[in-house]
């Protein structure tokens, strides 16, 4: 589309938001965009209309049909009321369950979204304030409800908000709900089309009850209370970083039986400006730079820390020089998954009826640890509605160990179905507690993993290509990869190429052409080379990114073996890079 044709159509988008059925304050706003001699704003805001992503809609604030706020939000929670009501017409009562988070607006989308389900007939359980994701999506399944809203940007900068829609099972929704959902929200042409006015009779607050239930059930999935008693007192320091966590972790972890939480009381206090950090992600160290300064003055052996929404966790543990040091989402799956396959076994819970998941982008010595075990592994795609689909197939037919994914989301119960950062925080100080109980730390812990089952480092590189003109780079950036397939990365030959987005995977060991078996397509091109070598290449489904994956392998026989090891890895991903041109 031309500049001029994109810029018409545009203003012309722009000037139905100028009717009554927008509020004054929105008015004077897209007004205020279209009086502006500069239009990238205004291009920005309504070039596009917010669309559901791997982790639903995800915006920064702001007017506009590409920016998320009570109109964007009205219209998709419409949408979903329209097809809820389609697809659950047999029933006498729709219940949906609708959490919040921390952010500027959360709470105020929140109680918009209530308004709008109620003026629809539907029955809707509002928590009184902010709470983690997986509580909602445990609330869906406890409550018995059709669907449920959780209103997050998860660990996007403070400008984003988000808007997650889940199912029935307590899932992010996938086909054929996603894209029915977004049919009906696509239907939704103006805010005339939307009904805010609710229905106080039909929304129920809800909040300790459900907080219980959910802390009880938690503790059920405790392996190791022995252990946790001997060693109730270790120090752990947490910090929510100014989310939802603050409500249930320090709570789980006191009802798994530590007594010595440690707190960051800055960042306890609940904020959508994370006045702390630059960005409340805590993949980045800057964001647990704090919770580390803290457990140094108090020498303490574990640092926590959960993003916005309470279903991702990060940690810092010491390693062999007493130094701080932060684990990555692949450390932290390789910790759960060897501890709840371990002591699966120890306790005579294996039968050859147990699973594990973990997504493709993930590291490879999760199957290995599974396979040696006798325990089944799926590979899915990013995202943890996947992972939560494959619990669904398999529910009553096999049992659920644990999945988790690269990006810091684990899931350790199955009684959720997204990623949990409360009971991820109190299985790892368990962890921590069993580990301790061997006379070894966490960090040792890890090392000993490496050796009995191959040493792995895995390293992610965002490029960030920001609006309009980032999201035709990225697409050119895919195409190239596709039409110009690597027969080579730093020095190893390609032995196979996966493209998810034809489902064919190029064996370069036949010459031949094998079909993925995959549920449905994704923008995903994967390389493995013949030392074991793996990278990953996809766009981002909620930032404007496009990520690499890269893993390397190497066999050692002793943790002295890792250093070198580590050393000869970071020169493997640099010849990566050079490889892949970034």
Partial sequence: MENNELLAMVRSKAQGWLSDSYDAETRAKVQELLNNEDPTELIESFYKDLEFGTGGLRGIMGVGSNRMNIYTVGAATQGLSNYLKKEFDNLEQIKVVIGHDCRNNSRKFAEVSADIFSANGIKVYIFESLRPTPEMSYAIRKLGCQSGIILTASHNPKEYNGYKAYWSDGAQMIAPHDKNTIAEVNKIRSASDVKFQGNPALIETIGEEIDKQYIDDLTKISLSPEAIARHHDMKIVYTPIHGTGVKLVPRALAAFGFTNIIHVPEQDVVSGDFPTVVSPNPEEPAALSMAVEKAKETDAELVMASD??????????????????LLNGNQNALLFTYYLITRWKELGKLDGKEYIVKTIVT???????????GVEIYDVYTGFKWIANVMRENEGKKLYIGGGEESYGFLCEDFVRDKDAVSACAMLAEIAAWAKDQGISLYELLQKIYVEYGFSKEKGISLVKKGKSGAEEIEAMMKNYRENPLTEIAGSKVTYMYDYATLKCKDYLENEIITIDMPTTSNVIQYFTEDKTKISIRPSGTEPKIKFYCEVHTSIKSADEIPAAEEAANKKIEAIKASLGI
């Fill in 308 to 325: 916005p929404d309470g279903d991702r966790m990060g940690c810092a543990v010491k390693n062999d020089k007493g130094e701080w040091v």
């Fill in 363 to 373: 590291t490879e010595t999760l199957r290995t640890i599974a396979e040696r075990n």
